[in-house]
């Protein structure tokens, strides 16, 4: 009996993706000499912009102020801030190499380690866009994006709560998840996406927490992902962390799948033991 084509009718009957082991397509953890302590990220696959005017976006290490938030020694991260007195908004943005606007992934998914840092009386959020986003500051991300979320770091409110766009760059049709990603810790994101089927889904330190169609539904794929805040008058500071961006070629399965899989594997090798003491 074949058992990996009996799983696989199993997925399939149960209306789940079949999925084949996930490839590194890229990745980045700033390690690179070429990413410099204490200096703007500046490398062929990163833009920076916006930070003229009091925000920051810089390379961090054990050394630095501030330190980087991950703490691993000789380790450097990507530390971002939005300053209140800035009315732009500082952008980080990873472009995947090898994919561009008009040719990008199609489907996999990618994954990034991320620290909030809360802050006293904060009003603000971050903002995450993924698709086919230009290196420019005149672009708005979530408008180029097939996902677009955000995690709030307002004090009045639920810091670290996740909300995101559902088929819409409205921010006014934004929906709340029932996830609170924990500030000053680290915290593992990965989003998976099919343009197959315009949909994508989040998971927060490997629990999936949104599914959805797509953000913008015309968009084919990611070529970049963009880090960013909520602007805002009255918003105050904010500063967060990002390190280990990973990209791969197909999604990683949800805890629900790789259960079925194990179960079903389990299942097959019964009925193959019974079989063979006939």
Same mark, same amino acid.
Request: hydrophobic share 40%; net charge negative; proline share 3%.
């Given at each position: 009996?074949?058992?990996?084509?009996?799983?696989?009718?199993?997925?399939?009957?149960?209306?789940?993706?079949?999925? +084949?082991?996930?490839?590194?397509?890229?990745?980045?953890?700033?390690?690179?000499?070429?990413?410099?302590?204490?200096?703007?990220?500046?490398?062929?696959?990163?833009?920076? #912009?916006?930070?003229?005017?009091?925000?920051?976006?810089?390379?961090?290490?054990?050394?630095?102020?501030?330190?980087? +938030?991950?703490?691993?020694?000789?380790?450097?991260?990507?530390? @971002?801030?939005?300053? +209140?007195?800035? %009315?732009?908004?500082?952008?980080?943005?990873?472009?995947?190499?090898?994919?561009?606007?008009? %040719?990008?992934?199609?489907?996999? !998914?990618?994954?990034?380690?991320?620290?909030?840092?809360?802050?006293? /009386?904060?009003?603000?959020?971050?903002?995450?866009?993924? #698709?086919? @986003?230009? !290196?420019?500051? &005149?672009?708005?991300?979530?408008?180029?994006?097939?996902? &677009?979320?955000?995690?709030?770091? !307002?004090? %009045?409110?639920?810091?670290?709560?996740?909300?995101?766009?559902?088929?819409?760059?409205?921010?006014?049709?934004?929906?709340?998840? !029932?996830?609170?990603?924990?500030?000053?810790?680290?915290?593992?994101?990965?989003?998976?996406?099919? /343009?197959?089927?315009?949909?994508?889904? @989040?998971?927060?330190?490997?629990?999936?927490?949104?599914?959805?169609?797509?953000?913008?539904?015309?968009?084919?794929?990611?070529?970049?992902?963009?880090?960013?805040?909520?602007?805002?008058?009255?918003?105050?500071?904010?500063?967060?962390?990002?390190?280990?961006?990973?990209?791969?070629?197909? +999604?990683?399965?949800?805890?629900?799948?790789?259960?079925?899989?194990?179960?079903?594997?389990?299942?097959?090798?019964? @009925?193959?033991?019974?079989?063979?003491?006939?």
């Amino acid at each position: 009996m074949n058992i990996n084509k009996t799983l696989g009718s199993i997925l399939i009957a149960a209306g789940l993706p079949v999925l +084949a082991s996930a490839a590194t397509l890229a990745s980045e953890d700033f390690q690179n000499s070429v990413f410099v302590s204490d200096a703007a990220p500046s490398n062929s696959d990163v833009f920076v #912009g916006n930070t003229s005017n009091g925000n920051v976006v810089r390379v961090v290490d054990s050394s630095t102020s501030p330190l980087d +938030a991950f703490a691993g020694s000789g380790n450097k991260s990507i530390y @971002i801030h939005r300053d +209140a007195a800035d %009315a732009t908004l500082p952008i980080f943005q990873y472009v995947v190499p090898g994919y561009s606007t008009s %040719a990008p992934l199609a489907s996999g !998914s990618i994954s990034f380690d991320i620290y909030l840092q809360t802050v006293t /009386n904060g009003r603000n959020s971050i903002e995450i866009n993924l #698709g086919t @986003i230009a !290196s420019s500051t &005149s672009i708005v991300g979530r408008n180029s994006s097939f996902a &677009s979320f955000q995690i709030n770091a !307002s004090t %009045a409110t639920t810091t670290g709560s996740i909300s995101y766009f559902n088929n819409t760059i409205s921010g006014g049709a934004i929906s709340s998840s !029932s996830a609170v990603m924990t500030p000053n810790q680290k915290n593992t994101i990965s989003v998976s996406w099919s /343009n197959e089927t315009k949909t994508y889904s @989040i998971a927060l330190n490997g629990e999936t927490i949104v599914s959805s169609a797509y953000t913008v539904g015309s968009i084919q794929g990611l070529s970049s992902i963009r880090f960013t805040t909520v602007n805002a008058a009255t918003y105050t500071d904010l500063n967060y962390y990002i390190d280990n961006i990973v990209v791969s070629d197909s +999604a990683i399965p949800e805890p629900g799948t790789t259960a079925l899989l194990v179960g079903g594997a389990g299942l097959m090798v019964a @009925i193959g033991a019974r079989r063979s003491v006939r």
